[in-house]
């Protein structure tokens, strides 16, 4: 599978997120370097990932692929890009997540905005 992906690591505010591109076009995010980026725990980002793999819409557009990790290639949920949006929209900002954690709660509402975007220009064709 390796091989048909053309995989980039992408900047967005500042953190470095890792994208992929398959042979029939379609981008796929990482989830746990989106999870990292807006600033969620560890035990967060592993609630995000099994909140993704048993939704009824979103596991759809989940996958594991192999990407480049610290650890070397491993097998990590990624996120059709279309189902990005959806999932973003779907963490919750509480309010005890604004209290203590308010650039997590400022970070979250920009991915949501605009991480898509951002990853869907990284695999464009430039002029």
């Known amino acids: 599978m390796k091989n ?3 995989v980039k690591p992408v900047n967005f505010l500042g953190d470095t997120l890792m994208a992929a591109q398959d042979a029939e076009g379609n981008i796929w995010a990482g989830v746990s370097w989106m999870c990292s980026g807006i600033g969620l725990s ?3 980002t592993k609630n995000e990932r099994l909140r993704i793999q048993s ?3 979103l596991s759809k557009g989940g ?3 192999t990407l480049p990790t610290n650890g070397g ?3 990590v949920l990624c996120l059709k890009l279309e189902f990005v949006p959806l999932w973003l929209a779907k963490v919750s900002i509480t309010p005890a997540m ?3 954690n308010p650039e997590a709660t400022d970070k979250l ?3 949501q905005l605009k991480a898509k975007d951002v990853l869907a220009a990284a695999f464009l064709p430039t002029n």
């Open 109 to 111: 509402v920009q991915y």
């Open 98 to 100: 604004q209290v203590k």
């Open 42 to 44: 560890e035990g967060q």
């Open 73 to 75: 290639d491993q097998e």
């Open 63 to 65: 996958r594991n692929l």
């Open 55 to 57: 939704d009824s819409v």
């Open 4 to 6: 048909e992906l053309v």
